[in-house]
């Protein structure tokens, strides 16, 4: 549990490397009709969503339900 | 036909306002946090609705005009990581601690954090004064609307009032039950309709080839980020969706959470609502370029209406009208609400009347203080001229940079009231300072690097926390076992300032 809460850390961490796109700054190639910039960040949206739904499986502060009475757990 | 729509619109969301009135019970704890009863869906909504405002519609699509696609990296995909990591490290973190302590506002929790009447009476100060830019934002934005869509047969000022008076109806109304529903329809509202208009405006320009080979031919420049955006400010522009941690109406909607878990959903989905809501944002505004040329400066914020009226004219046009009135309104009301918990929770109640106030006269002080607001929100958009994307960075920078008072107070223990002083001093000082220093240079990067003053105010409110913490005595024992359970033995409650 404790690993994959470090790997999702991680991926938080390489994503924000990751926003920074800087190989297709100056591409005006069109990748499903948009350009090729705009497409990498909707993909990246996509991951972000990804990595979101990693976050609340595997490294939700259980805690925090706990501290309502564990309802519903 | 255009404005009978529109009325017909603000009709509707009068009367979600009134069904909520019906189920008001009367308490204070129900109008300022809905009793703490909001679930999963409506939570995203509310939490997404009132996020997004005109910047991300009139802004998004203004900003995206004169400087292409690069402003959905700027500002969405950027929201799309950062915002949601926010929720997952903040959100259930301060609903826990909200619930145990019964806090109604972001002020009260501070204070009580580090035990300081004056933290929180500077951060007050602080919080109003960046959200009256914000408030601005969603004014202007319904006077920008409904001057444009009917081609200015309608002025901006009566646009602008006409917006303020439903809003303060249902806000007074039914308190935040009351917002959390008009904010979950007009989301579904705002989204459903911005595709429709995406797909309208494109289908009536011939195509998304079409669109995009004229605007390979005539504006390439918008199709790639070049010497448009730099890739510094990407970098740094990074930082100003932290400012979603500190905005007290995101904190009051924290608050209304039924449990923990409330929040998954809204983790989880919230990247997915921004690309939703984004792309045809900045899509259109560089289709704008293209099809409606000309448009300078502040003017530029108009390009979506624009193109709506271009396009679609007739009862169409009062539709997507209404998705834009629906963005501006959903954030509007929760900002004049979250505001007005604060006056009458932290300053008429904290330093005035204390337990001697009812709940009705703590309502009663509420919606007083949303009228207040509105009155004087209103006035100053008549008089301020600006662009509603300038005015969004410079509001969330402001909020972005107070980022690390969240921080501190959830994750460290040995932070204290001196280093939070020092905190809320620094971002005070040098967003005053960046602000008139760069009024009026639109696009203002330090020295012209691209780097951002947000990062520079974050890094420096950092320092003075962590500076400010470690110059001054360690926090008393018995108020970390408060707020870190396990750590030391009491959980008495503590006199606030004690």
Redesign the interface.
Known sequence: MKLRRRALYAA?AA??LL????PL????R?VL???V??VY??A???A??LV??G??AWA??SR??D??GG??R | MTLAVIAGYLLLVLAIGAVSHRLFRGTGEDYFVATRTIGPFVLLMTLFGTHMTAFSLLGASGEAYGRG??V??LM???S??VV??VF?FFG??L??LG??FGYLTQVQFFRDRWGSDGVGLALFAVLVALLVPYLLIGVKGGGITLSQITDGAVPEWVGSLAMCLVVIAYVTAGGLRGTAWANTFQTLVFMGLGAITFAVILERSGG??AV?ARL?AER?EL????DLVR?LE??TY?AIPLSVGMFPHMFMHWLTAR???TF?LA??????C??IVW?PS??LGVIGAAQVPGLAGPAASTVLVRMIALHAPGILAGLLAAGVFAAVMSSLDSQVLALSTMFTQDIVRHYGLHDRMSDRLQVLSGRLFVVGIFAVTYLLSLVVDRSIFRLGVWSFSGFAALTPLAVAALFWRRSTRAGAYASVATVATLWTWYVFRAWNEPGYTLGGSGLMPVAVMLAASAAAMVAGSLLSAPPEPRRLARFFPGTTKSLEPLEPGA
Request: hydrophobic residues 55%; positive net charge; charged residues 15%.
């Open positions: 938080l994503l924000f926003h920074n796109d800087l700054w100056n591409d005006a069109l009709g948009l350009p910039g705009l960040h909707l990246f949206c996509a972000a969503a979101m739904a976050l609340v939700w502060p925090l339900d501290d309502e309802r519903r | 696609i690069g959905f990296a969405a995909s950027s799309a990581l949601p990591a997952f259930p973190r609903w826990s619930k145990r998304l080839g995009m390979a390439p199709l790639v980020r070049g890739p990407l970098l990074t449990r923990a878990e998954r983790i989880v989905a919230y990247p997915v921004v690309a792309l900045v899509t």
